[in-house]
């Protein structure tokens, strides 16, 4: 009896192994909760991928405390210039940022002429009306 050969042989295995690829999925797929359990885990996915991306998107703490900090500069030096009008809305960017405005507030309040903190906390207020 003549024995087959090796290209059958490898074309039956191949033929068994796709078949029983397909009834594990057919039979995957009948389960009751295969659904369910598929959308569950696109939407975890999902969330994922979109903390991520909103991750990804902030900027550093690194970051944001050199551009406070730049802002803050550029205030200053306009102040000292003798131009409030320009530094005031810098002022206010860089509280609206800061983790802890009221201390920042507090240091302006005993640092800055009583004029220029008016300002300020009237530029606050105006942001804060036009906001609600």
Not at 14 to 21: D, R
Not at 55 to 66: D, K
Not at 68 to 88: D, F, I, K, S
Request: aromatic share 4%; net charge positive; proline share 6%.
């Amino acid at each position: 009896m003549p024995l087959p050969s090796t290209g059958v042989l490898i074309a039956a295995a191949a033929t068994a192994v796709v078949a029983g690829c397909i009834l594990f999925d057919r039979h995957r797929r009948s389960a009751p909760d295969f659904k369910e359990k598929l959308r569950e885990k696109r939407r975890r996915q999902k969330h994922q991928a979109e903390a991520a991306q909103r991750e990804a998107e902030m900027p550093s703490q690194e970051a944001l405390q050199l551009f406070l900090r730049q802002r803050w500069m550029t205030a200053m030096q306009l102040l000292n210039e003798g131009n409030p009008q320009e530094a005031v809305p810098l002022i206010c960017s860089v509280l609206r940022m800061h983790s802890e405005p009221m201390q920042l507030l507090n240091r302006l309040q005993r640092e800055l002429p009583g004029e220029i903190y008016a300002m300020i906390i009237h530029t606050l207020q105006s942001e804060m009306q036009e906001g609600n």
